[in-house]
């Protein structure tokens, strides 16, 4: 899965490796469904303070199309978090709405076989 962070603020900016890491973790088991996750951070009124940071997730999938969520909150961390998880629950949601389970199942099996194709074997040397 690509990942995508985008920021202005330099505070968010010092958290792209994080984002990443976090982006990864929680979408690991739908990373065969999601080529591409954008992470957007930015923060609403400066440096008036309050419930401020928003974070914005795209998720581009593989025939459920674009999916955009947005949370808002006091500091990044929870931000994205927040925003991750109803990224998931929806994700999850409208992948058991549409899809049917052997079309699924091709999928999964077509990119289980392409993951371990591209990715040495654990004590393989190189």
Do not use: Y
């Amino acid at each position: 899965m690509q990942v995508l962070f985008k920021s202005r603020h330099p505070h968010a900016a010092q958290m792209q490796e994080q984002t990443e890491r976090r982006v990864r973790f929680v979408l690991r088991r739908l990373g065969w469904l999601i080529p591409r996750a954008e992470v957007q951070m930015s923060d609403l009124n400066g440096p008036r303070g309050g419930l401020d940071k928003r974070c914005q997730v795209e998720l581009r999938t593989d025939g459920a199309g674009s999916v955009f969520v947005t949370a808002v909150a006091a500091d990044w961390r929870s931000a994205l978090d927040n925003a991750l998880e109803r990224a998931a629950r929806l994700l999850m949601r409208l992948w058991r709405r549409g899809h049917d389970a052997r079309r699924v199942n091709r999928q999964f099996i077509a990119h289980e076989r392409r993951m371990a194709g591209s990715e040495p074997l654990h004590g393989a040397t190189s």
